[in-house]
């Protein structure tokens, strides 16, 4: 039965990343910023809602190791295996948007992240400073992009959807994201249980895995309809989400600790976070092509060989 959930799961995935890409598109044109801008917002928070509602539950009944290990997991799977999987398909152009505002944001909330961590714990307070540094990111995104669009006289082709419709669009997706993911999630955690392995083994590698199925599915459709920015924008924000959000929130309702092994996995998320920006650097031409896909892939399965190799030994 846990895989005929887990299909399902993918399954619904697979559609509602494509409804959320057509949605925001559309949402773009309206509120006439670009479509980078909302992939790494709302078409980002839709993808995060996994990650959130599982590092929420996890919390609340003593796993701080899956809360943790969802939100880690999930951004060395969004760099290593999503990005890497895409770039296969389809070559991406990288903006200069990507490399000077957003990939240096999520490098700074990732580190901050990291000086949190550092003690063993992520306190109410804690929380709050993360929250606040999403709420300032997502400001300046929209105000910059705007400005922009106003700026280059960029003409905006007509919406495929009303406003209205589109952001039903957005609500019907995310939902279908969160329980599609519900159900892959629940399914690979009984799975993986089956087979033996740590709490949080199974949660930066599964549960990481299925949590980022969303932002799979909605960065290969984007890739697929050729709208780039979305699929760069949605993987960055989607990340910037992860660190930002996820931990805030949960260290507001409930004080988090930090083992050791969870701070091994944040300094391999610093590391896949720093390659994509050398790997982003336009040396010869701005885009990510199918060689630095491979790379990036190869640094993911490096991870998961590492990650279990090592259980119990960090």
């Known amino acids: 039965m846990e895989y005929i959930f887990l299909l399902l799961g993918f399954a619904i995935l697979l559609i509602s990343g494509n409804m959320l890409v057509r949605a925001g598109v559309s949402l773009a044109t309206h509120l006439r910023v670009s479509t980078l ?18 590092s929420i539950s996890a919390v609340f009944k003593d796993l701080p190791d899956i809360a943790l290990g969802n939100v880690i997991g999930s ?43 550092f003690n063993g714990i992520i306190s109410w307070i804690e929380g709050i400073v993360l929250l606040s540094l999403l709420t300032g990111y997502l400001y300046l995104t929209f105000r910059s992009s705007r400005r922009e ?10 919406a495929d959807y009303s406003i209205f419709l589109a952001i039903i669009m957005v609500v019907i997706s995310s939902a279908g994201l969160y329980f599609g993911a519900g159900w892959l999630v629940s399914s690979a955690e009984k799975i993986a249980t089956n087979l033996g392995v740590s709490e949080r083994v199974i949660a930066v590698t599964l549960i990481a895995f299925g949590t980022s199925v969303p932002e799979l599915a909605t960065s290969l459709a984007a890739a697929v309809k050729k709208e780039m920015s979305i699929t760069i924008g949605n993987i960055i924000g989607s990340n910037i989400f992860n660190i930002l959000a996820i931990p805030g929130i949960t260290g507001i309702l409930k004080r988090i600790t930090v083992s050791g092994e969870i701070l091994f996995d944040i300094h391999y998320m610093l590391g896949i976070s720093l390659l994509l920006f050398l790997l982003m650097i336009p040396f010869k031409n701005s885009k990510l092509n199918r060689k630095r896909g491979v790379f990036l892939l190869l640094s993911y399965a490096a991870y998961i060989f590492i990650v279990f190799s090592m259980q119990g030994k960090v």
Do not use: C, Q
């Open 37 to 54: 801008a909302i992939g790494v917002t709302i078409v980002s928070l839709g993808t995060s809602a996994p990650e959130m509602v599982v």
């Open 75 to 117: 951004n060395i799977s969004n760099i290593g295996l999503v990005l890497g999987l895409t770039v296969l398909i389809l070559p991406l152009p990288v903006g200069l948007s990507s490399i000077n505002r957003d990939w240096p944001f999520m490098m700074l909330s990732s580190l901050i992240f990291y000086l949190f961590a």
């Open 149 to 158: 669009m106003l700026v280059t006289g960029h003409r905006f082709e007509k």
